[in-house]
């Protein structure tokens, strides 16, 4: 889609309005977040959080700085800064007699994965902002963060010898399940204007593009999306609760929501007309209604992603599988190509944020394997919960999953999120090679990154797998590049995710973010990618990604 045509449905976008509860998308031009002037990998530069000082440690400490004084993180030297970028790190786990043959290489593959964007609508009653271990103070800020984080991922794909072959979120689209929220995550994938605001019209900094509540232009993928459901899909805010007819009602309501024994403890949203996006805990201050922020109950949510528009129709789900509440689908992402991608999910029986599956789900993932190894093709499986996040209760334990995939020696990857962080394990079973387990952190919190990845046929029975970081390019003066600096002095206060030791979690995503892994293939893996199929012979990660 040329940059004419975005232009054009900025401009419709703006005659129609983009909220029907606000007006500052029609009196108010779309701003166009801009990005640095080179593109850059974490192989270039990489943004490293700052350590608090022994004396700030201990004002946070004693509770004379809190999480919610974001105004004086960076006085206190909180934030992140630039540093230079990662080497890939080799792992031969699966392959211990790797070696290269010559030059005669095949990009099978080239994959743009996100995990958690986590939309937030901060002006929801619904918030859980009271919970410090749950509050972001750049969390008014998300949309722009994921815009950007496509936005990047764009540039990238464009200055490419070919576009990303498919794009996977692996859960947690939304932050609060609304709809306006799963609206804006859509509207960044496929392009348009997306208008944060909720309630009334907001325009706490005035002028356009300034501040959180101001419309902007999201230029969209342009490359088939895919997604996998994560506890924030269906739970209050990922695990306070079912979405039930009481906490609908309170959504689009203007009182803070405190029907529920968690609601009352830690209940708050952001004042949306604030400047300094002030949270409020008092049961007595009005938030504006919005018919747009009912938060979605699965039907709701697999339909409107069914509909969503862009490539591919339907993003895997289809309407039987909305009929059924089936939100676990199969595909192949590349159309004609050998490889088959497998999107679990695991909430199908969620009332906990932990990962779970039932009977009915794992009987089809066995049939699914089983055609798949009968086609010779290669499997990448996708869930949000990692199997060591499986509840112990979850009626397919993370054993049962394990043990079954590892079975399947044409599985090669298993994708999640959840974490907020970046991990792999190597997931093996009674003696038997296995595979790779990839968690990707999250664009709502620090390190604010995705993974662009790269599968290689070597032409010598061993699969490469280039594995990249990415955090998205905002100039300077973009709001995203303004809640990264917030998202790294929350890291410092710690979160549900991590104890706030910020070179302890450092030490350990370093590890985990560029990798070059090596996979040996089964020999009908290997006939089946030579014998029928025409690949790239183009390695991007070689001569692109690294050549930024």
């Known amino acids: 889609m040329g940059r004419l045509l975005y232009i054009v449905l900025a401009l419709m976008s703006l005659q129609l309005g983009c909220n029907s509860s606000d007006s500052d998308s029609l009196s108010s031009p779309a701003s166009e977040y801009g990005l640095t002037e080179k593109p850059y990998t ?20 004693d509770g004379t700085f809190t999480v919610y004084q974001h105004l004086q993180y960076a006085r206190n030297g909180l934030g992140a800064r630039l540093e230079s ?66 936005r990047t991922a764009r540039r990238i794909s464009d200055r490419s010898n070919r576009p990303f072959d498919f794009t996977i979120i692996a859960g947690d689209l939304t932050d609060t399940s609304q709809k306006n929220e799963l609206d804006w995550m859509i509207t960044a994938l496929n392009g348009g204007v997306i208008d944060p605001d909720s309630g009334v019209d907001d325009d706490p900094v005035p002028g356009p593009g300034n501040d959180y509540n101001d419309p902007f232009l999201a230029i969209g993928i342009e490359s088939p999306w895919y997604v996998a459901l994560g506890n924030h899909d269906v739970l209050h805010v990922g695990g306070f609760g079912l979405i039930d007819s009481t906490l609908r009602a309170a959504a689009q309501g203007d009182h803070l929501f405190t029907d529920s024994n968690f609601s009352k403890i830690w209940g708050g949203y952001v004042a949306g007309d604030t400047a300094d996006h002030k949270v409020i805990f008092d049961a007595s201050v009005m938030t504006p209604a919005d018919s747009d922020r009912l938060p979605l109950n699965e039907t709701e949510l697999l339909q409107t992603l069914y509909d ?22 199969s ?44 086609k010779h093709e290669l499997v990448i499986v996708v869930s ?50 296995g595979f790779w387990e990839l968690m990707t952190t999250s664009t709502i919190d620090f390190p604010m ?73 089964p020999d009908d893996i290997s006939r089946n990618l030579a014998a029928t199929f025409d690949w790239p012979d183009t390695i991007e990660s070689v001569q692109t990604l690294s050549h930024f």
């Not at 794992?362 to 699914?368: I, P, V």
């Not at 290689?456 to 905002?474: F, K």
């Open 85 to 150: 970028g990662l080497p890939w790190i080799e792992h031969l786990e699966l392959a211990p007699n790797f070696e290269t043959q010559g030059a005669q290489r095949s990009s099978l593959a080239y994959i743009l994965v996100i995990a958690d964007p986590q939309i937030i609508d901060e002006e929801s009653p619904i918030r859980m902002d009271g919970y410090a271990k749950v509050y972001r103070p750049g969390g008014q800020l998300t949309p722009q963060v994921f815009e950007a984080h496509i």
């Open 384 to 433: 949000h919960h990692r199997l060591q996040d499986f509840h112990d209760k979850s009626k397919v334990s993370a054993e049962m999953v394990r043990d079954l995939l590892v079975s399947s020696d044409n599985v090669i990857l298993h994708l999640t999120g959840h974490g907020h962080k970046d991990r792999k394990i190597l997931q093996t079973a009674n003696g038997e090679d």
């Open 308 to 329: 969503a528009g862009g490539a591919p129709a339907g993003h895997g789900f289809s309407l039987d599988d909305i009929a059924a509440k089936k939100a676990y689908y």
């Open 449 to 521: 990154q995705s993974r662009i990845l790269e599968l290689v046929d070597e032409h010598n029975g061993y699969l490469s797998i280039y594995v990249t970081n990415v955090g998205h390019n905002s100039a300077a003066t973009a709001l995203a590049s303004k809640a990264r600096q917030l998202a790294a002095g929350k890291l410092a206060f710690g979160t549900t995710f991590f104890d706030g030791d910020t070179v302890a979690f450092w030490e350990k995503e370093v590890q985990a973010q560029n990798l070059l892994l090596r996979v040996a293939l």
């Open 42 to 61: 974490s192989l270039q530069q990489i943004w490293v959080p700052n350590e608090p000082s022994p004396d700030v440690r201990a004002m946070m400490d």
């Open 331 to 374: 595909v192949y992402p590349i159309a004609g190509k050998p490889i088959k991608m497998i999107v679990l999910d695991s909430t199908d029986s969620a009332e906990s944020s932990l990962g779970s599956m039932d009977p009915m789900q794992f009987s089809w993932l066995h049939e699914e394997l089983v055609s798949a190894a009968d």
